[in-house]
């Protein structure tokens, strides 16, 4: 078994496809939008993948993903790679890992993540979308003073804007809702949505929701 750097697309997917709703962002990450800015480290046995951990770099603060049902060859992993890392990141976690990293690293933990799937896409029929209209750069500015009145410190990068997958509810003073993705990927057909955020001054009117 031997630590690698990965390069072949196809086979993180395929990989990754195990649990398409665990690693939903770093397939998103696959795609070209997203490619140039990751690292791929992986457990190699024989010519079979053991574990997969993923670094994106876009970011001034780099993004650090391991993730897996089981932890035993992502434990071996991050302990593989743990020296090759930025000295300052953010990461996603599988519980248990944390513990690898603390003789190097001082943690702050920002607690525990829940990741919800849409299995169903009836379940958002009959949502009234009126009002909603498409984002772009354009409106990067209208977005960030949104972000900053009702989502401070969220993880928004204005590039996102420029996958067409923004959308927002616009009033006279500026964004009153926006909704987004973190990745998104019409190639291997997923996203996940984020930075979804509504002005204080007009939540509990279904803008989210709409969004």
């Keep these: 078994m031997s630590m690698v750097m990965l390069h072949d697309r196809d086979k993180i997917e395929a990989f990754l496809r195990r649990d398409v709703s665990l690693h939903i962002y770093e397939i998103g990450d696959l795609d070209e939008f997203f490619w140039p800015h990751t690292t791929w480290y992986a457990l190699r046995r024989a010519d079979s993948l053991d574990a997969v951990a993923l670094l994106y770099t876009r970011l001034p603060l780099p993004t650090l993903l391991v993730l897996s049902a089981d932890i035993g060859p992502v434990r071996d992993l991050l302990g593989a790679i743990v020296h090759l890392l930025p000295a300052r990141f953010y990461a996603h976690l599988s519980p248990g890992l944390g513990d690898i990293l603390r003789p190097r690293y001082d943690l702050e933990p920002q607690g525990l993540y829940r990741k919800m799937t849409l299995t169903k896409p009836s379940g958002i029929d009959g949502i009234d979308v009126a009002g909603v209209v498409p984002l772009s750069a354009d409106d990067t500015n209208g977005a960030l003073a949104l972000y900053a009145a009702s989502y401070p410190g969220n993880w928004f990068d204005r590039r996102m804007l420029e996958t067409?997958?923004?959308?927002?509810?616009?009033?006279?003073?500026?964004?009153?809702?926006?909704?987004?993705?973190?990745?998104?990927?019409?190639?291997?057909?997923?996203?996940?949505?984020?930075?979804?955020?509504?002005?204080?001054?007009?939540?509990?009117?279904?803008?989210?929701?709409?969004?």
């Design 164 to 211: 067409g997958q923004y959308f927002g509810v616009q009033g006279e003073s500026g964004l009153r809702s926006v909704a987004g993705v973190h990745v998104y990927s019409r190639r291997y057909r997923v996203a996940a949505l984020g930075n979804i955020a509504t002005h204080p001054d007009h939540r509990r009117k279904g803008l989210g929701r709409a969004t």
